[in-house]
């Protein structure tokens, strides 16, 4: 659980962040009238906050490793593929 929670802490952070950002923004700034389909209800904002936050999380920009890189680099031996 705890080597779970250390691979994805940056992304479960931005999933509570956003939820929070969600939420406030819907107690805040909201939308009264019930006409605007996410600011309406405390539901559908808090959700749409968290995917923000997810998506800001994920960043697709990251560069992430492949095998072959590790083989290069010495990070993994032949034996751990």
């Known amino acids: 659980m705890?080597?779970?929670l250390k691979q994805y802490k940056w992304k479960l952070l931005g999933?509570?962040?956003g939820?929070?950002?969600?939420?406030?923004?819907?107690?805040?700034i909201g939308c009264n009238s019930?006409?605007?389909p996410i600011q309406s209800h405390w539901q559908?904002?808090?959700?749409?906050?968290?995917l923000m936050g997810y998506l800001f999380a994920?960043?697709?920009?990251k560069k992430r490793n492949t095998v072959n890189e590790d083989l290069k680099d010495g990070r993994i031996s032949d034996s751990d593929k």
């Open 2 to 4: 705890e080597k779970l």
């Open 15 to 17: 999933i509570a962040l």
């Open 19 to 28: 939820a929070l950002a969600g939420f406030l923004y819907w107690h805040f």
């Open 34 to 36: 019930g006409t605007c």
């Open 44 to 50: 559908s904002s808090t959700i749409f906050g968290a």
């Open 58 to 61: 994920n960043d697709p920009k």
